[in-house]
């Protein structure tokens, strides 16, 4: 049952006077900072560049440093701790999203949009857990963090393509069949509805199995590896082109609002053993979060500040923000768009309208995010990273993010004050998440 309370703190008045707008959520599966042409990349990105310049380059976007974290807080507006998600959802886990939890899919239907999500889920791994579970009104892609690019199972072998709530056989790469999927959807749907689409690809993750002519265009890397992630993150930037076509052959691209973002920061490199039986890697050199710090699954820069293109021509935002704007502040701000007259009262972000602008903004909450390896809080321009253990004290790292973005000098011995200030609220967020999570700590 989708809530009808709102927050005493959140208002759903915005400065935009339109129709509902439509919504086009594209998501990249471990896309790192220097991935995209865009950020000087080797990787040819041109429909992406394309989006970012007649759109607004977001450059302060703060996501999770795994997959589930940040579909889940995403699709709840609130973080994926409190639901005990801090980790991939994998194997034959059984875990899944609450139900007691209204989704932006559920909040969306309720106000007649018509909602689909072609692609990734991995927020439960059963069909009875997917996505129709959570107010997604047609779904087709798969349910598991990740699938062999042709046979479309799991790296155990399990099932995991399917379409509304039912596993199906289908020929084809995953990129090139949710491309399609996606432009059938645009093609089919009433034209006087409004719908919200996510369209959750699985490149650039592994395993990476590109065809010969997207390889081709990377001969000049000279690391196998690297050349295959070139190729995925090029196939897939082709697909987003064609959907974006069709929006305007649609005459929906005026008002449909596009959200492309990666669900986390690049991978430095698989070594698999017996996933896919041993038929695909090793891969020594994914993706490239450059200049930022580390890979995939900590809580550093890396990780957790990720590409991120919004466009909308009549909120006629462009050029790029360095405001702070974090996964969970999307659901409360579509919402606002969607002309709800109430945010269900578990949302915890923020409506950022005010912040997709090239012009300086703070905003109100600080950004708390939690791993299964640390966990971070940032109040701008700091961020404190806190590392436990299972015996001994916790480690903290303090750093001015804006004047270090790589996060080189670890100020914590220089600043005990504002350690002190922001452990208080840390230690205040981590207390309202659920007392146990999907992935506890092993050191």
Known sequence: MVSVSCKENHSTKSEVSTDKPNFLVIIA??????DLGIHGSEIKTPTLDSLAAQGLLLERYYTYPTCSPARASFLTGRPASRMGIVAPISGRSELNLLDSITTLPQALGAL???TALMGKWHLGLKPESGPEAYGFDFSYGFLHGQLDQYAHTYKNGDSTWYKNGKFITEEGH????LTAGAIHYLDTLNPEKTFYL???????HIPLQEPQEWLEQYSSIADSSRRAYAAAMSHMDHGIGKVLQKLKQTQRAENTII??????????QWIPTTQYEGKYGPNYTLGSNLPLRDFKTSNYEGPLRVPAIFSWPKLNAKGSSSNYINVSDWM???LQWAQATAIPPSVEG????????????????PIYTRGHLQESLIVPPFKLIRTRHLEGQADFELYDIESDPSETQNIALEQPKKVDELKVILKEEFSKDTPQVNVELKH
């Open 259 to 268: 959200l492309f973002i990666s669900d986390n920061g690049a991978q430095e």
């Open 332 to 334: 409360p701000t579509f």
């Open 198 to 204: 996510q369209l959750a690809y699985s490149a650039p």
């Open 29 to 34: 599966d471990d896309a790192g900072w220097n």
């Open 350 to 365: 923020e409506s950022v309208e005010k912040l997709l602008t090239s012009s300086p903004s703070a905003r109100k909450k």
């Open 174 to 177: 995953v990129t090139d069949l």
């Open 112 to 114: 007649n949009y018509n």
